[in-house]
């Protein structure tokens, strides 16, 4: 098999995936090859800036997760009758056994779900830096997996 029915080959399965024909006899095909390597960047783009969102949003969840815990634990240690303590990060000033166990599986999944957000938030602005500066190699990277 010739390199070229190779070439044709793969773009017949990326073109299937986005619903795309290419005439191949034509002298004239690559508008279609344009349009192909368009979407399957404008594809990459969408799926990466909905990764940000939700980063964000996860992040916004964190912070809120969290004051709504700082300040149910402020409140519930001022209703026993204690001193109010220090405003620190992560109760610093008292020991972690003081929390119940709903307030430690918050902070847990707080932590998680803050550093799965952060770790996204980096690589989906990297990713998306990528497909504004050098699509190409995002078409690159979508056609491998066709490559046998």
């Not at 793969?10 to 508008?31: A, Q, T, Y």
């Not at 969408?46 to 634990?73: D, N, P, Q, W």
């Not at 220090?86 to 307030?103: A, E, V």
Request: glycine fraction near 8%; include cysteine; hydrophobic fraction near 50%.
């Amino acid at each position: 098999m010739e390199m070229s029915d190779q070439i044709i080959k793969v773009l017949d399965e990326v073109c299937k995936r986005f619903g795309l024909v290419i005439d191949w006899s034509k002298d004239n095909v690559l508008p279609y090859v344009q349009e192909l390597a368009h979407k399957i960047i404008m594809y990459d783009m969408v799926k990466t800036i909905t990764v940000l969102v939700f980063s964000v949003i996860g992040l916004v969840a964190v912070g809120i997760f969290l004051r709504i815990l700082f300040k149910e634990y402020i409140t519930y240690k001022t209703l026993e009758g204690e001193e109010l303590y220090k405003k620190t990060f992560f109760f610093i000033d008292k020991s972690w056994g003081d929390l119940n166990g709903f307030g430690l599986t918050f902070v847990i999944a707080g932590g998680v779900i803050g550093i799965l957000s952060i770790i996204y938030l980096f690589t989906g602005t990297g990713h998306l830096i990528q497909n504004l500066t050098f699509p190409e190699l995002t078409v690159i990277e979508f056609i491998k997996p066709f490559l046998n």
